[in-house]
């Protein structure tokens, strides 16, 4: 393959081809190609072992590259690895920086590992720790610190040397769900600042709240790519799940559907019960305001969304392997 074949146009941040590696005979990733565009937040979706890690790790170059290529911002990262290291902020270094320092020591130390002047640390660490949010925690030991002030802290070590690219793997995965929307609006703040972002999770709400555009892998090869809407398109839509109040309501609330969506419900065994198909989550608000004006009332309702089990299960014929995979069915606050 010839570098000119690899030259990329300047909107392309990441850009990988048939990128592998091998760990004893088992193909962890197995000839991935990637393009990330400048600005935009991409999201590598997969299950647990499906080769996330590894691939940020050689894209990174954290470790070595089997097969294939890649470059960041045009540049090779097994020719100029010291270039890319200073292109790229990678969240996951920060643990072996010591415990029992402060978060701002920590940041300051950080940087001065980096080449930072010390004064410029020093400046660089409070700001951060401010954007972060961790101004009252800045000089308690991050020994003391809460799972997702530990995120926060690591997320604000990879941006010490202000990379325009940073690699995030799974940032929230174990945040209690407020925590989780915190970390998504310094994500998306960061690319409001001009980063591009490349993160991997196993969640499909996550990669649907965040990403402009997500791949999915599974066993270490890319199995789908587009916008979460895409992804969701192929997967199917999500579902009103209605429980009436009175069984009877069932002939009026087929016609308050049929009226709202244009579209069948489809009627349950279970008395009273339907499930109404959506293209939007949001139209179920219109559903439900039909339906209360038409005198309807309703002892329960949900929404599902496709989980990442039913992406999986539509785009590779095969669940996930690890019962751990994102839940992502929820209630109506979740879904946009
Ligand atoms: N250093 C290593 N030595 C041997 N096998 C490895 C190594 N690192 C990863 N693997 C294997 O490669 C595969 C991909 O692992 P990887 O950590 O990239 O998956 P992942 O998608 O990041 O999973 P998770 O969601 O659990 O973090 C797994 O089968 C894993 O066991
Ligand atoms: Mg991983």
């Given amino acids: 393959m010839s570098i000119t074949e690899l030259d990329p146009p300047p909107d392309v941040a990441v850009r990988a081809q048939g990128l592998a590696k091998t760990f004893g005979g088992h193909r962890a990733v197995d000839g991935i190609n990637l393009d990330v565009r400048t600005g935009e937040i991409f999201g590598v979706l997969g299950p647990n072992g499906a080769g996330k ?11 070595k590259i089997d097969a294939g290529r890649a470059e960041i911002f045009g540049v090779d990262v097994v020719d100029q690895p010291h270039v890319i290291r200073q292109l790229v902020g990678v969240t996951g270094q920060y643990a072996s920086v010591d ?18 002047a010390s004064s410029r640390a020093r400046s ?3 700001e951060l720790l401010e954007q972060f949010g961790l101004e009252e925690a800045a000089d308690k030991p ?54 591009t972002v490349l993160l991997t999770t196993q969640y499909l709400d996550e990669a649907d709240q965040l990403a402009d555009r997500v791949a ?35 002939p009026a609330a087929v016609r308050v559907v049929r009226r709202v969506l244009g579209s069948e ?9 339907l499930n109404v198909a959506l293209d939007q ?8 305001i039909a339906l209360r004006t038409a005198g309807v009332s309703i002892s329960s309702v949900s929404v599902a969304k496709p989980s990442l089990d039913e992406v999986f299960l539509a785009l590779t014929g095969h669940e996930t392997d690890g019962d751990e995979a994102g839940n992502a069915a929820g209630t109506m606050e979740e879904n946009r």
Avoid at 281 to 288: K, P, R, S
């Fill in 216 to 250: 999915v892998i599974d066993h270490g090869r890319k199995v789908a790519e587009g916008t979460p809407d895409e992804l969701k398109t192929a997967v199917g839509n999500s579902t009103l799940q209605l429980l009436l109040a009175q069984p009877d309501d069932v």
């Fill in 53 to 63: 890690t590894t691939m940020l790790r050689m894209l990174a170059t954290l470790l």
């Fill in 281 to 288: 989550a949001d139209l179920a608000a219109e559903v439900l």
């Fill in 142 to 195: 991050i020994a003391q610190f809460s799972g997702g002030m530990r995120r926060r802290l690591d997320l604000a070590a990879s941006l010490i040397t202000r990379p325009p690219l940073i690699f995030l793997d799974e940032p929230t995965t174990g945040l209690d769900p407020r925590t989780r929307g915190q970390m998504w609006e310094t994500i998306r703040g960061l690319v409001a600042d001009g980063c």
């Fill in 124 to 126: 660089i660490a409070a």
């Fill in 99 to 116: 415990e029992s320092l402060t978060a701002r020591e920590n940041l300051w130390l950080f940087g001065r590992l980096q080449g930072v």
């Fill in 265 to 273: 419900p489809v009627l349950s065994p279970e008395q009273g019960r």
